[in-house]
């Protein structure tokens, strides 16, 4: 096969720079090594820098759904009333998990694609309390990003904890750990933290640390491997070479600065959106800055989009989840993106949407999204 | 800092070949594409042949502890009698996890370095019966290798479901799944597997898998991963960087054949006893080619002996855990090491050794050990 440059647009995995790779690469050191605890320690203050907060952050061998669980097990007793805001794939795996793990669990639910209302929440707290409030600030399956600042606060005045799927979001958006009173922030290595998979984090206050439940856990369980990180240690083997990956990106990430890395997801957004629409497309996701990590497209026709993408240019896109198969094609930006991959995606999309006959405007997309990227002001 | 080579002679992780580092830095793909999903169905393969099983081999994102644990929260219902063989630090890791998820647990308890006893199991499973037998093949802490063969056999006399630990040895020394009928095998990547760490795996037979019991379980269910690895997908997203790594180091493995890697891996036992011996110093682990995993050396100098390692030549070598610790060092020749890994061992021993002042002979360890190696049939 000739050699074919492959683009990776999904919505995570997601493109990991080369230094990163490079450190993946590097020969393996053993974990309670001098090798080893420097690249450590600097990675779990750079975690914090990221999270925005001066709680641990805890790190573990685990996609970002293993991380989740620990908020889950950690937190949940059985029989307790717990809240689920719903609003896409996520939503619903949340609530699945809390419910196998015998919570109380009221759902608070939307149609895949809408938007969180913070009064909504709310109201169903003023009907029943709940321990926790578990809410996805991005919502990978519909590209929403929820304003978890608002529901926050509405959480905290009913005295609930905040639990915060930050999976596709931490890194691209602001989340505001302290300034925002979240109790745990969830995370994974292959989304905004522009790493391979096979990391996940929780950031935990405190509040949430003090109000562990009764669930019986060990591989998951919070205090162990808080007690275990504060001495520069792990309680099982970590994936060194994930976590020599991450501090290398978190590097980045910091160096370019987490407002400057905010306003650049927001511009590359407004870039992705204002190409799909010039193009006649219908937006899925909203036409919001907040929603700066996803943008999902409606088309009939996104499978065979797709497919063509693959076979034609190496370009990898998500087509939609669930109900969405086969309805919307999602265009990732989370991370290692800037406004040429974005420009590439578009051009491809227009390519290929006319060579499948469909009604698409030529020549106007990678117009519309340049000038969308640098034009417009960033509040 | 001079460029300094260094030397990973750890019973976990272990040196990893640079073919699998490769991998580990190569562009991430997604795992539900194309570019993904032959490395996965070849990978998920080769550990079936590895494990000499036509069971499913299940992949998960965690450590070894991890993988572990997915066997504790499928199996174990909590007030169910279960049997634990300890004799180490990771025996008595099952007999927390297997408690903490509420089994009614008998231990069947050695000192560490003892070697199980197959009679004494089935002594102890004639007082009372289990629905299961937790077994460590290889301990870690101590180099002893138990004789799972025999211990699954009696345990199987007595119906009960055998669960091995065979975290360390899967890969070095012969784990006959299906010949020996063993119920569920545990692995990780950063053994004899030649990986870095981050992936951990449950094989597990039909009659384990249907004696699932009701502990609660989300991300570490078997049905759920089974179910999405029969039709290659994944879960919760894998570590693409990772699985793509294992699938290379399995080829090497399988290349060089299982047969001839278990006769590898004896040799250097001997290699390590023999050379350890002709210094003068004193086993801890025992003198016997089952125990081809990990050679631990009673000093109590031991500390002293690794840190010099360290400092003069950039070796690192593993000391005692628990009660060990300062008693014992311990050579690992797991995975990717060959004779010339273990003189290197010896010969800096030596050095070290006489330069801290112990009454060690020199000049004779490499020699001792190279004749071991070469000049002894296997059976």
């Known amino acids: ?27 393996v050191v053993h974990h309670r090594s001098p090798d080893f605890r420097p690249v450590y320690e600097r990675c779990l ?41 719903s609003a896409g794939s996520f939503g619903e795996r ?5 419910t196998a793990y015998g919570a109380d669990v009221d759902t608070l639910e939307y149609a895949w694609g809408e938007t969180p209302d913070p009064e909504d929440v709310r109201a169903k707290l003023a009907e029943r309390e709940a321990k926790a409030v578990w809410v996805v600030q991005s919502e990978t399956s519909t590209g929403v990003v ?17 639990v915060v799927d930050a999976v596709s979001s931490l890194g691209a958006v602001p989340c505001e ?53 504060r001495s520069l240690d792990a ?60 943008t999902a497209v409606r088309s009939p026709e996104s499978a065979e989009i797709i497919k063509a993408l693959r076979d034609r240019f190496g370009i990898t896109l998500a087509g939609g989840q669930g109900d969405l198969k086969g309805k919307i094609f999602r265009i990732g930006h989370i991370g290692w993106f800037d406004i040429f991959d974005i420009t590439t995606a578009l051009a491809a999309v227009e390519i290929v949407s006319a060579e499948l006959g469909l009604d698409v405007e030529r020549g106007v997309a990678v117009t519309a999204a ?10």
Not at 49 to 76: I, K, M, Q, W, Y
Not at 94 to 98: V, Y
Not at 148 to 156: D, L, N, P, S, T
Request: charge should be negative.
């Open 235 to 294: 309680p099982f083997t970590p994936p060194v070479s994930l976590v020599a990956a991450l501090d290398v990106a978190l590097g980045l990430l910091l160096e370019e600065g987490l407002d400057a890395a905010f306003e650049r997801h927001v511009r590359l957004g407004r870039a992705a959106r204002a190409g799909a629409k010039a193009m006649g497309f219908e937006l899925f996701s909203p036409d919001e800055d907040r929603s700066a990590v996803v």
């Open 94 to 98: 949340w609530k699945s998990m809390t």
């Open 1 to 27: 096969m000739a050699a074919v440059k492959r683009y990776l647009f999904t919505p995570g995995p997601t493109p990991v720079p080369p230094e990163v790779l490079a450190a993946m690469g590097a020969p």
């Open 45 to 85: 203050a750079r975690l914090r820098e990221v999270c925005r907060t001066e709680s641990d952050v805890l790190l573990f061998t685990a996609s970002g759904t293993g991380a989740f669980e620990t908020a889950v097990v950690n937190l949940v007793s059985p029989g307790e009333p717990h809240l689920v805001v």
């Open 177 to 229: 750990m302290d300034a925002w009173g979240l109790d745990v922030v969830v995370s994974g290595s292959q989304k905004a933290l522009m790493t391979p998979p096979g990391l996940g984090l929780a950031a935990v206050s405190d509040a949430a640390f003090e109000r562990r439940g009764s669930t019986p856990r060990f591989y998951f369980d919070w205090e162990k491997t808080r007690k275990a990180q």
């Open 146 to 162: 929820a304003d978890v600042q608002a529901i926050a606060e509405v959480a905290k005045e009913a005295g609930a904890l905040v």
């Open 370 to 379: 340049l000038e969308a990227y640098e034009h417009t002001p960033v509040a």
